[in-house]
């Protein structure tokens, strides 16, 4: 008899080729890399997260206390986005006492408003 191993007989002995040791060493070789790569992804995740506060000055905190009220100057300087917002008017309408009254507030608007905004904004429907 020859002493010499077939490769059916080489796959029966080596426990490398048995079926049952070769599913669980692919599953194993899976299991590595998917391990590694949700490390990957969460130290990543973790790194994107806190760069972007890094080596920024925070800028100083606005007073707390309530806004002061505006002139009808420093309304026109305000740009457009904070211009037109209802606390801006609450604020313009707070500095002039003859703004309190309704009737001259209404007249404000349409004699000093309305054509600031046809200015600021133009093509506004309605306008």
């Known amino acids: 008899m020859s002493t010499k191993l077939f490769p059916r007989e080489l796959a029966v002995k080596s426990p490398r080729f048995r079926s049952e040791s070769l599913s669980e060493s692919v599953n194993q070789q899976r299991m590595i890399p998917m ?3 949700w490390l990957k992804v969460l130290a990543t995740c973790v ?3 806190v760069l972007p506060g890094c080596g920024e000055e925070q800028p100083p905190a606005a007073p707390a206390g309530p806004p002061l009220p505006l002139s009808v100057e420093e ?8 211009k037109y917002d209802e606390a801006t008017f609450d ?3 707070d500095k002039d006492a003859k703004l309190q009254n309704d009737r001259n507030w209404h007249r ?3 004699e ?9 904004i133009p093509g506004i429907p309605g306008a």
């Open 35 to 37: 391990k590694t790569n």
């Open 47 to 49: 790194v994107l997260a």
């Open 75 to 82: 309304w026109k300087q305000l740009p457009i986005e904070v």
């Open 91 to 93: 604020r313009l309408r």
């Open 108 to 110: 404000f608007m349409k």
């Open 112 to 120: 000093v408003v309305v054509p600031e905004r046809k200015l600021d």
